[in-house]
């Protein structure tokens, strides 16, 4: 079972950044996928971003071009990079890990609130 603690989540001012970082409990393989889903109030959840073994990464169209994913393998941590947020990204940003770059979430983090509000 793989176990995922995320953290960096907060209140920031539009245009303001915040970097989310999600950490599991046993080392991320080379072979798995990983990145954010989002929901907020009334809404669907939604996939912010993710990154594949090999470092492609995705974006949703509403964040692209601000945010950015990483991941750093040694210490079994995925970061996204939020810059010049909007109101529009409130939402509980939830981590997930794939076991393949083929498969569906197959864990989850236990949610980090983001609220972008003035």
């Known amino acids: 079972q793989v176990q995922l603690v995320e953290s960096g989540g907060g209140l920031v001012q539009p245009g303001g950044s915040l970097r989310l970082s999600c950490t599991a409990s046993?080392?991320?393989?080379?072979?798995?996928?990983m990145g954010w889903y989002r929901q907020a109030p009334g809404k669907e959840r939604e996939l912010v971003a993710r990154?594949?073994?090999?470092?492609?990464?995705t974006y949703a169209d509403s964040v692209k071009g601000r945010f950015t994913i990483s991941r750093d393998n040694p210490k079994n941590t995925v970061y996204l990079q939020m810059n010049s947020l909007k109101p529009e990204d409130t939402a509980v940003y939830y981590c997930?890990?794939?076991?393949?770059?083929?498969?569906?979430?197959?864990?989850w983090g236990q949610g980090t609130q983001v609220t972008v509000s003035s």
């Open positions: 997930f890990y794939s076991r393949s770059d083929l498969s569906g979430p197959n864990y």
């Open positions: 046993a080392r991320i393989f080379s072979i798995n996928a």
């Open positions: 990154i594949l073994s090999y470092g492609s990464t």
